[in-house]
């Protein structure tokens, strides 16, 4: 199993010379007050937390899986010590409102702990990365009422949440999801359902569990606008907030699945359970979108984080293994072969990853600022840009950097040979855990019509426009420095052409709606490369002015022209595959697929 | 766990109307008596047996494992008895020498029952596919008194065999390897070493194991020159060739790995162990290639097998799985909502399968066709052109049909959502036994340095050549069918692409080896492209007459179509990005990869 080691220099670099942080902290009103020093003791202790209590884990976690029994989820061995060092450490409140006992810092450096979190032991962080988004929702959309009796208890970690909305019928379509909610008379809800693939839904690391539900209340009307968002606790607070009643909901069995084992992932019966209303009648999925896009951050996060932990064991791997000799000459005379980091395929291999996880950290932090921004900047320009941003950007993180991530992911596996597939070297524990990622918090393909069919066509080509104007404007300002010569104008070519290509997709869905499903994942492909790109221009030129001397920074600008020599050409078949069009997708009739 | 049903009316379509196998089978010394009823027999009980028997033990074999003790190793529940069906059947002695009670067919026809058995059961089809493999190397290399002494049984079934090549610290790299064979006065050799990573190299399903072990004979050559290869069987055959004595060769533990389980991976300790020199000293790998190239291909095949499993089951979940809308207006408006299948995103899926699955098999049938003629044919260029052909597409169909083969089963997990990664459905199955085939019998960065170090640029690119002309000839005498000619076009373009690709890739490795390496597996994809891109093309062509009538024949020029839009794309990236040469891979020093 790799021993995860937390890459700082990486995280800092991005950081602090690329997204320029400190800035960014300071123009975030209420969340102002992060000195270097308080991201530097962070950083820090986030690192030794996940090397040194989580890395180790993650092996067991996957060998011993979750155990379900009527009494409960027992999770593996040594999860609920950590957890209980972790809630010690005051992680859960990191970026929770002061009002309930949080420490009220930016979600994007939350998210640079998640990351390290996520690549140490993903499975466990599942359990907390959801608490969290649960209490961010009651945050944003709960009544004062149910705030002060469920937030200070999610906050400093005793409790943690859940989302429900999944149903053995629907999983993409809520429209037609069935659980009801039937009103009391105290302004309660009893609900009724069965909600599946409901992770975390039941375990035995914290007190309660919140779970928030989406159901329909009685006489709502059909479709996406009669949903509903309720709180359901496990166990009801007494008049203390402490735990009392046991509430009607229960978790039936739990799921065999190929990886993520730790992660308990429920079928959770809901028998007129005791609900509280979250927000407004019918408004439900908005407020659930709220969850569902820091979910979609976070799963993002999944494919840069076990990309990151696949690179570094193949890294590691590569150094040692001697086989075979270099093609242009011994390269380890004295040994019985050269180790394989001197063969290039490995190296386009272990590159690809670098490449991969670097740009997508990057990227991710800079949606996660872009998040911040629209929650927190007093600008309301900046918001209302940050926001059409974040919105444009959400998709192509989740399902770009986890298809990406992917590809990582097996490339790790790849670069071990057949030892790649035996269990203990932990590479293809990676793989299984991380294929979830393409799945969950909606599929690639749902990000895709998200992306090309709302966030683009849906606003005429405007959210677009506001990423491709960013691109223009910094092209134009580094198009002078003959560092970057070579990325600015594959960047600025690119940038044009994804106009051409967003114009033509446009013309041909006018005449048949069925061209932007046709067309919307290799949309969204060809959309993350550019994106990446984008990012490893960026990089690139924050690095550009100390490499001559620094070894570290050398390898950002050779890393950049392997992003664009060997990665950035995939664009080139997107496109011609995309622009190909609907008709060779939809002419076959459903008889015919097989004989 | 989808229940597979063999596609018979593709594999006759391919056999019959693409590949003229009738004619192809009469070409054969020895082999010319396949009658079509006899063909018909062989496909229709093949399918049986695969269907019934087979097909539902692949799940309980997941299931169950392999259970290693000192006395050896179980496997899964059913796997014995239907072996015993199987040799009753009289399978194993199908594609076997007469000579030895062998039926004598051809090799290419062996390897449509072995796709269904695959299709079907992986795991199992491992046993009785290597242990034929062994018998047809002994059949190949041994002495008259080895072949007299081991392929009786080995032809009717009572016995197996394995290849013996990995050890411990020697995977690609076999001149490295260890074990030793010390000569004894009777002409017989003492083994001792450590292979690992054998499989079949215990287990319950066969009276006895035969294996073809590597070793270096004391005082042979270092390296690749001092490697012979030896029969080592697990128990010694007494005068009347039943069992005997126990010979020193043992399992000492088998792998936990992430697929395959119901395959026991086993290290094997040789321990003095009694063997026979097969073929010449020092001449092992030579007579191991035969195996070798058999089982590239078997490997090819898993990547199909796998990918037309998937294929049906999502296929069959994209018909009767209701949810969201078409976005061109509701096509079960009497339901909740419309079946997988109308959206364009899951058909670009489904379509990638399923012209994944059958270009593949077309593919894999017609090497194995040249195969058979390189051994059979009485006529002299027929053989030497089949070699070269085969030599240069084996190393393609192995790693790109196992490469698409593992995309194509991810998009059948995919069609499933979140479903798609439960085991219970079967579909994450598939993905997680799949996933070896990239590794075993050469990764695919081994084949891609095959492919285009060795067969490419080691024959100055005649063995590329004698394929160009094939296809050029093909594209001629196509031209003027209308019908044909958006393939025919294209495939002539690429066609000659491919060779210029080939020039300019040639140009720079004089200069520096390292571009060949850096090339190898862009070059590999981009082969199979177009490798395919000519099997749709042939297929295309066998279609365009009926189709106007057949369903059938309608749907495959329509798959046609669907590879030539969406997915021959692809050549245009790899072909960029190989062009974009070593520089980017190889600048980076070791110690920069990370920090």
Redesign the interface.
């Known amino acids: 199993m790799p021993q995860y080691k937390a ?1 700082l ?2 995280i800092n670099f991005v950081l602090k010379n690329v997204l320029n942080a400190n800035e960014h902290f300071a123009s975030l009103a209420g969340r102002e007050e992060v000195s270097e020093d308080l991201l530097d003791a962070i950083l820090s202790e986030g690192a030794k937390f996940s090397e040194n209590v989580l890395s180790p884990l993650n092996q067991v976690g996957d060998q011993e899986g979750c155990v379900w029994s009527e009494g409960g989820v027992k999770t593996p061995t040594g999860f609920k010590e950590a957890y209980q060092q972790f809630a010690e450490g005051g992680w859960p409140s990191m970026t929770a409102d002061a009002r309930f006992g949080g420490q009220g810092l930016p979600n994007s450096l939350g998210l640079v702990v998640t990351e390290m979190v996520s690549s140490a032991c993903w499975a466990w962080g599942m359990y907390t990365g959801l608490s969290q988004s649960a209490a961010r929702l009651l945050e944003n959309y709960a009544s004062e009422d149910l705030q002060n009796e469920y937030l200070p208890k999610m906050t400093d970690g005793t409790w943690g949440g859940t989302m429900c909305l ?1 149903e053995p ?5 809520l429209g ?1 999801l069935r659980t009801k909610a039937e009103a009391n008379a105290d302004g309660s809800y009893n609900v009724t359902g069965t909600k599946i ?1 409901i992770s975390g839904g039941e375990h035995d690391m914290m007190e309660n569990i919140i779970h928030l539900v989406l159901a329909r209340i009685d006489g709502a009307p059909a479709g996406t606008k009669g949903i509903s968002l309720f709180l359901v606790p496990k166990f009801l607070p007494d008049a203390d907030n402490n735990i009392g009643e046991r509430n009607g909901v229960s978790c039936g069995s739990i ?5 993520i084992k730790a992660s308990a992932t429920c079928v959770m019966n809901f028998d007129g359970a005791k609900g509280f209303l979250v927000g407004e009648e019918n408004r439900g999925l908005q407020a659930m979108f709220h969850m569902m896009n820091s979910a979609r951050l976070g799963t993002a996060l999944q494919g840069l984080s076990a990309g990151e932990a696949s ?2 064991g193949a ?1 590691e791997y590569a ?1 040692e293994r ?3 000799r ?3 000459g011994p390269k380890n005379p004295e040994g ?2 050269d ?1 394989l ?1 001197v ?9 690809t990853q ?1 490449a991969l996880a670097e740009g997508s950290r990057a990227f991710i932090y800079w949606v996660a600022q872009l998040v911040d921004t629209f929650y927190f900047s007093g600008d309301e320009q900046a918001r209302k840009d940050a926001e059409e941003l974040s919105e444009l950007l959400t998709p192509i993180a989740k399902a770009f950097v986890t298809e990406t991530g ?1 590809e990582s992911a ?1 490339y790790g ?2 670069v071990f ?8 070297w932990g590479m ?1 524990q990676i ?2 855990d991380l ?2 990622s ?3 918090e909606g ?3 749902i990000q ?2 998200d992306l090309l ?1 709302r966030k683009v066509m849906g606003t005429g080509g405007k959210q677009l426009m506001v990423f491709t104007k960013i691109i223009h404007k910094f092209c134009e300002e580094n198009a002078s420095n003959p560092e970057l010569e070579p990325f600015i104008s594959k960047l600025a070519e690119l940038n044009k052409e994804w106009g051409e290509v967003t114009m033509k997709l446009g013309e041909k869905a006018m005449q ?7 067309a ?2 290799d949309y969204l492909m060809y959309s993350g490369y550019i994106s990446l790109a984008y990012m490893w221009a960026r990089m690139a030129a924050a690095a550009a002015d100390g490499a001559a001397d620094d ?2 920074l ?2 950002k600008l ?2 950049a ?2 992003y664009y ?3 950035l ?5 997107h496109k ?2 995309m622009l ?16």
Request: aromatic content about 8%; hydrophobic content about 35%.
């Open positions: 890459p220099r990486d999944t019928h629907c999983g993409s379509d037609i693939f799921e065999h699945k190929m990886g690179f570094q890294l150094r001697l086989q075979m270099s093609l242009s019985p072969a180790p980091i063969h290039p395929d490995v190296r386009r291999m272990l590159l670098k992917l097996n596996m790849q040979g057949g030892h790649g597939y035996i269990s203990e293809e793989v299984r294929r979830i393409t799945l969950y599929t690639t393909g895709a019509l069919g048949n709606p069925d061209e932007v499903g046709a919307s994942v070894e570290f050398k390898a050779q890393t022209k392997f020599d060997r990665l050409p995939r664009t080139e078949s011609l595959s190909n069009g609907a008709d060779s997708l939809m002419e076959m009739p459903e008889e015919a697929f097989a004989f």
